[in-house]
């Protein structure tokens, strides 16, 4: 069982930036593979990063190439987001998800977290 808390979000102005965290409770959290995924109200749950468990392999959407970037620190459990040129369409609850493969869907997730709420003003 993996238990996942992240944190770090909050309001903040267009062109800002914002690091999600996500802390694992489990050591063995550092064998499966980690990923951010957001929903925006009324809107299916998307991907947005991907990060393969020993940390070499990263994938993004589209929307976010550039300007977000996916790290993980296994000897502290924890994956984080580093979030810049931040746009108002970004506004979301950014969920942090575990899988043992690297997957883009929603449905191929093992654990998820309770989520954390971006919001960009313009």
């Known amino acids: 069982q993996v238990q996942l808390v992240e944190s770090g979000g909050g309001l903040v102005q267009a062109g800002g930036s914002l690091r999600l965290s996500c802390a694992a409770s489990s050591r063995t959290s550092s064998s499966y593979h980690m990923g951010w995924f957001r929903q925006a109200p009324g809107k299916a749950r998307e991907f947005v990063a991907s990060?393969?468990?020993?940390?070499?392999?990263?994938y993004y959407a589209d929307s976010v190439k550039g300007r977000f970037t996916i790290s993980r620190d296994n000897a502290k459990n924890t994956t984080y987001l580093q979030m810049n040129s931040l746009k108002p369409e970004d506004t979301a609850a950014y969920f942090c998800a575990a899988a043992k493969f690297m997957t883009r869907s929603p449905n191929g997730i093992e654990y998820w977290g309770q989520g954390t709420q971006v919001t960009v003003s313009s």
């Open positions: 990060i393969n468990w020993h940390g070499t392999t990263t």
